[in-house]
Structures are given as structure tokens and as C-alpha cells.
């Protein structure tokens, strides 16, 4: 059996078809929901994944892939983010993913398939591989794309001290006209995360900045009085 006829017959086993519906309206999807939640999902996932097991890394990202592409149900494009971070495949994660990660944030376009890509896969790959994953992300944050431009703002969401400010600000800063939620809102969460860290900067740089009220608020949300 295929890994993705293997996955589609695990969700469907834990799937509970009345919740299908909510799930899909609820993240405003056009791809229909099972209606599996995450904890069995993920249990379900690991048990497919455990009797699986890929050989080499491009058949995994041949299957990641393949995953992603043929998916019927939402679900089974969760299925494909979570087999991007599996970790049996942590020495998989070199700069020769990057074009899969493209086309799943190109193509998912919405938070709930993008943000894990960000702050993870590609945060990971810019920690890993600075020389290379900072300009392209100078790249994305000045493209049309608007997903491409909310990794760009969000990849360094998990550095905390090694959070590069310049790199930061300048992945925001091409996005500060922008009116789009999704584009404030992950301005805001960048900078609340980087103020957990550094909230003198954060305060300095929302007041110099000419930046939204939602990024505002959501930048300065757990820093009383400023």
C-alpha cells in the first residue's frame, strides 16, 4: 500500500464526519475537511509514518509531494506539513527543500498550512543556512506573494536571542503599507515574539514605525503600560 492510500485510510478511520463541515467553514477552506481533530490526527499520522519509513531524501520530498498534491480532503495536506518535520527525517532538512516549501506556501495559502512552514521548516533552514536563507528571504519579503512575504516576517519567530534584527525589520518593512490581515497580523507576531526577548527595541521600533493598530496592538500585547 502506498504511504498516501495508507494515510487517507488512517484519517478516515479516526474521521468524524459531523465535525467535517465546521472544520471546513471554521478555516474558510474550499478543499472539504474529514473531520479529524489534531491529537488523533497526529496519533494516526505517526503510526502510518512509524510502518512507512522513506530511504533517502528525495524520495522523501518526492513524497511529501505527492502528499500534498493529490490530497482530497485537508487533512491530508496536514498530513504532508507534518511528514516535512517527522523526525526521522531531520538530516533531510538541507537547502535543496527549499523549492517544496515554495510550492506548499504558494499553494496553501493560508495560515494554517503556512505558519508551521515558517516558523519551523524555514526558520529551521535560515538557523542552518544563513548565507544562503537570508537573502532569499530578503527575496520573499519583497514579493508579491503575500505568504511568501508572512515567512519571510514570521522565520525567526523561534530564534529569540538570535533573533538578526536587521533581517527582521527588513522582512517587515516592505509589508508596513500592506492592508491585508494576514500581513499585519504576522507583523504584529513577530514583533511580540521578538519582545519576549528585547522589549525595549520592540517599544522603540513600534513608536518610530508608522505601523498598523493591529500590528501595534498585537506587538505590544504583553508589554503593560507601553
Request: aromatic share 10%.
Given at each position: 500500500?502506498s504511504l498516501?492510500?495508507?494515510v487517507?485510510?488512517a ?5 468524524e464526519p459531523?465535525k467535517a463541515?465546521?472544520m471546513?467553514?471554521y478555516m474558510?477552506?474550499?478543499?472539504p475537511?474529514l ?5 488523533p490526527?497526529r496519533?494516526a499520522?505517526?503510526r502510518v509514518f512509524?510502518?512507512?519509513r522513506?530511504?533517502?531524501a ?5 513524497a511529501v509531494l ?5 490530497a482530497?480532503?485537508?487533512e491530508?495536506r ?5 511528514l516535512t518535520?517527522h523526525?526521522?527525517?531531520r ?13 506548499m506556501i504558494v ?7 503556512v505558519?508551521?512552514l515558517?516558523t519551523h521548516?524555514?526558520g529551521d533552514?535560515?538557523?542552518?543556512f544563513?548565507d544562503?536563507?537570508r ?6 519579503a519583497?514579493?508579491a506573494?503575500?505568504w511568501?512575504?508572512r ?10 536571542s ?10 517587515i518593512?516592505?509589508s ?7 500581513a499585519r497580523?504576522?507583523?504584529g ?6 519582545a ?5 527595541e ?7 514605525k508608522?505601523i498598523s493598530?493591529l500590528s ?11
Amino acid at each position: 500500500m502506498s504511504l498516501g492510500k495508507a494515510v487517507r485510510l488512517a484519517l478516515e478511520e479516526v474521521a468524524e464526519p459531523d465535525k467535517a463541515e465546521p472544520m471546513r467553514a471554521y478555516m474558510k477552506s474550499e478543499m472539504p475537511f474529514l473531520g479529524v481533530q489534531a491529537t488523533p490526527r497526529r496519533a494516526a499520522l505517526r503510526r502510518v509514518f512509524a510502518r512507512h519509513r522513506i530511504d533517502s531524501a528525495p524520495e522523501w520530498r518526492r513524497a511529501v509531494l505527492s502528499l500534498w498534491r493529490e490530497a482530497e480532503y485537508r487533512e491530508e495536506r496536514y498530513a504532508a506539513v507534518e511528514l516535512t518535520g517527522h523526525h526521522y527525517y531531520r538530516d533531510f532538512q538541507t537547502l535543496y527543500t527549499v523549492p517544496m516549501y515554495e510550492e506548499m506556501i504558494v499553494t496553501g495559502a493560508w495560515w494554517d498550512l503556512v505558519d508551521e512552514l515558517a516558523t519551523h521548516r524555514v526558520g529551521d533552514l535560515l538557523a542552518a543556512f544563513p548565507d544562503t536563507m537570508r537573502p532569499l528571504m530578503l527575496e520573499w519579503a519583497a514579493d508579491a506573494d503575500l505568504w511568501k512575504r508572512r515567512t519571510a516576517i514570521l522565520c525567526q519567530n523561534r530564534f529569540k536571542s538570535r533573533t538578526d534584527t536587521a533581517l527582521l525589520y527588513a522582512c517587515i518593512e516592505p509589508s508596513l503599507s500592506d492592508t491585508d490581515f494576514f500581513a499585519r497580523k504576522a507583523i504584529g507576531w513577530s514583533l511580540r515574539e521578538y519582545a519576549k526577548t528585547n522589549p525595549d527595541e520592540v517599544i522603540r521600533y513600534v513608536r518610530a514605525k508608522g505601523i498598523s493598530g493591529l500590528s501595534r496592538r498585537e506587538a505590544l500585547k504583553n508589554l503593560p503600560g507601553s
